[in-house]
């Protein structure tokens, strides 16, 4: 662990099925920097045969998202994005990629990630820009409307609203 890692970092163990698809394995991951590698191949097409753009959205929301909750994680926060901006500037039928995440404005509320995905001769593949915002983590009872923050305040619930 470096001295920027936070040690409480996201459980990057569990991750779900739709992230175990996209390929993305971390290899490094801190407040600071993320970075990681996916080995691309069939798995990735679209149906003309090229890896469908969605797996490199997919690994820039990813590597951002888990740097941004690394950064905040230490308050007892996640960070969920809001926008992401995905340019595709060059296809790709199979090879390694390297992604590589810096975050450009760490705020008390709101950050913002830069993302690079370049294959093995260092070119750019795909870059994006991810927001996230900054949020208390919901618990069980979100699903009543009602987070940790809400109950550790005394509010009470949501009313609900049926359409």
């Known amino acids: 662990m470096t001295d920027s890692e936070s040690p409480h970092t996201p459980d990057l163990e569990n991750a779900s099925d739709f992230l175990v698809a ?20 069939p798995e990735h ?51 390694r990629v390297q992604v590589v995440a810096r975050p450009i404005q760490q705020g008390r509320t709101q950050q913002l990630w830069e993302v690079s995905i370049c294959d093995a001769d260092e070119r750019l593949v795909a870059v994006g820009q991810v927001r996230l915002q900054n949020v208390v983590p919901r618990t069980d009872s979100a699903s009543t409307g009602r987070s940790l923050a809400a109950e550790r305040h005394g509010r009470p619930p949501r009313k609900e609203i049926h359409r």
């Open 22 to 41: 996209a390929g993305l394995r971390f290899t490094h991951v801190a407040a600071d920097r993320v970075e990681g590698v996916i080995d691309l191949g």
């Open 45 to 95: 097409h679209q149906p003309w045969g090229l890896v469908h753009g969605g797996v490199y959205t997919t690994a820039i929301e990813s590597a951002a998202t888990v740097g941004a909750v690394a950064a905040v994680s230490e308050d007892g926060l996640v960070a969920v994005g809001v926008n992401n901006n995905t340019n595709f500037l060059r296809s790709m039928i199979s090879g």
